[in-house]
C-alpha cells in the first residue's frame, strides 16, 4: 500500500464547477504540501498546512492530523485551473509525494 | 526575487556517460532539495542539502550525489547513467527551518540513450 492515496487519480469538470480532491496519508508528517503542476512540468507549492484550514482566491485546503487526510477543494473552477494536483505529506524537509490528481475543466 | 533556476534545461547523454545537473536557490534560502521525476515512479526525493551539508537521503543507488556550495547553490551528478536514469529532475529551496514551503524550480529534462 502506497505511503500517500490520491483521488481520484482523474477529474474532468466543467468551467465552473466545484472540485474536491483527497489525500489520505499514512506515515507521521509535520506539514503536508499541495502542490499544481503544469504540463510543460513547473510546480508551484499551492500550499503548506500543518492543521486546519488555508484559503488562497479560489483554492481551499484542509487537512485532519488525527484522521490523515487532507482535501483541496477549486471554487469556480476555470480551464487555467487544469493541471495535475499533487499531494506532499512531509516530515522536516524530506517530501512524500502522492500519485496526482490529472483535472481538466473544459469551458 | 529571482526563482529557482537550473541548468542546463534539458539534456541527452548515452548510457555510462555522467552527468552534473545545477540548481541556482532563492537568494536568502539555504535548503535546496532534488527529486526525480519519472512517468512510472511519480516523483521521488533525492536529497536535501542544508547549510553544505547532506540532511535527508532518499532510497536512491550511491551512483547518485550531490554537494551545495556556500553560496547555496547545488548540484546533484549521476556517475554511470542508465536508460532508467531518463527524467525530469527538479530542485526545490526554502529557507531550511523545516516548516515551510519549498520553491520549485524548472526542472531538468535528462533523456539518456
Known amino acids: 500500500k502506497n505511503e500517500v492515496e490520491q483521488s481520484p487519480q482523474n477529474l474532468t469538470a466543467q468551467e465552473g464547477e466545484f472540485i474536491t480532491i483527497n489525500c489520505s496519508y499514512s506515515?507521521?508528517?509535520?506539514?503536508l504540501h499541495w502542490l499544481q503542476q503544469h504540463p510543460g512540468g513547473g510546480i508551484v507549492s499551492l500550499f503548506m498546512l500543518s492543521s486546519g484550514k488555508k484559503k488562497h482566491g479560489r483554492l481551499i485546503a484542509t487537512i485532519n492530523i488525527q484522521e490523515k487526510h487532507s482535501s483541496l477543494h477549486i471554487t469556480a473552477s476555470h480551464p487555467r485551473d487544469s493541471a495535475v494536483y499533487i499531494c506532499a505529506p512531509s516530515n522536516t524537509d524530506k517530501l512524500i509525494f502522492g500519485t496526482g490528481t490529472r483535472l481538466q475543466v473544459f469551458p | 526575487k529571482a526563482g529557482v533556476t537550473q541548468t542546463p534545461r534539458y539534456l541527452i547523454k548515452t548510457r555510462g556517460q555522467q552527468v552534473t545537473l545545477s540548481c541556482s536557490p532563492i537568494?536568502?534560502?539555504?535548503?535546496v532539495s532534488w527529486y526525480q521525476q519519472t512517468p512510472g515512479q511519480g516523483l521521488q526525493f533525492l536529497f536535501e542539502?542544508?547549510?553544505?551539508?547532506?540532511?535527508n537521503k532518499g532510497n536512491f543507488p550511491g551512483r547518485f550525489s550531490g554537494r551545495q556550495f556556500s553560496n547555496s547553490r547545488s548540484e546533484m551528478n549521476v556517475s554511470t547513467l542508465e536508460l532508467g536514469d531518463s527524467a525530469l529532475y527538479l530542485c526545490?529551496?526554502?529557507?531550511?527551518?523545516?516548516?515551510?514551503?519549498?520553491?520549485f524550480g524548472p526542472g531538468t529534462r535528462l533523456l539518456v540513450l
Open positions: 526545490a529551496s526554502s529557507l531550511g527551518s523545516g516548516l515551510e514551503t519549498q520553491y
Open positions: 537568494s536568502g534560502h539555504r535548503s
Open positions: 506515515v507521521g508528517i509535520s506539514a
Open positions: 542539502y542544508f547549510s553544505e551539508t547532506q540532511r
